[in-house]
């Protein structure tokens, strides 16, 4: 197995060039869905735009890392994004090609038709619901993580306060 050590003595890059990297994939991925959604319209093409809002949340929260390398809400920020992104894919798969279709519209001759535009409007209203559930479903899952976390392997600050320490140290 290959350890860091010895990956960077044969690719030296400096602190945050991954995290530069990344951000050019997602820009490239960015690109990609931007102009394939416009070819896609109704509520196909408003599951691609909520995509394309996610896909840009990866690229900030991405450069923001590389920029803020020892940030912890930044790299915070930058797996929230990729989960949301990825959970958003499988979303969109699930309704749009698979058993959650809205009532009213249906695939068919690879579009999605509605019958009239107050399903169709149902069916964006129920993909902004989705991906709130998702942003809320994802927050909860990240509060117990830290929160599990916590209690397991402490807080080296909270415990200098209960210590009788003020949990800063004076030199």
């Not at 050019?24 to 995509?51: D, I, N, P, V």
């Not at 840009?56 to 930058?78: K, N, Q, W």
């Not at 619901?129 to 909860?140: H, I, K, P, R």
Request: charged residues 15%.
């Amino acid at each position: 197995m290959v350890s860091t050590q010895d990956f960077h003595r044969y690719l030296p890059l400096p602190e945050g060039a991954l995290c530069f990297i990344a951000s050019s994939a997602f820009c490239a991925e960015y690109l990609l869905f931007y102009f394939h959604s416009t070819t896609h319209k109704g509520l196909e093409g408003y599951y691609h735009f909520l995509l394309v809002i996610l896909i840009a949340l990866c690229i900030i929260s991405t450069v923001a890392g590389a920029l803020m390398r020892a940030s912890f809400p930044a790299d915070l920020s930058s797996g929230i994004s990729m989960t949301l992104q990825g959970l958003w894919f499988y979303q969109t798969a699930f309704t749009l090609y698979g058993p959650m279709m809205p009532e009213g519209c249906k695939l068919k001759d690879d579009m999605i038709s509605c019958k009239s535009m107050d399903n169709q409007v149902r069916g964006e209203l129920l993909a902004t619901f989705q991906l709130f559930a998702l942003v809320n479903g994802v927050f909860v899952a990240a509060v117990g993580s830290y929160i599990f976390a916590v209690r397991k392997y402490g807080h080296s600050e909270l415990k200098r306060v209960h210590a009788g320490g003020n949990g800063f140290d004076r030199n």
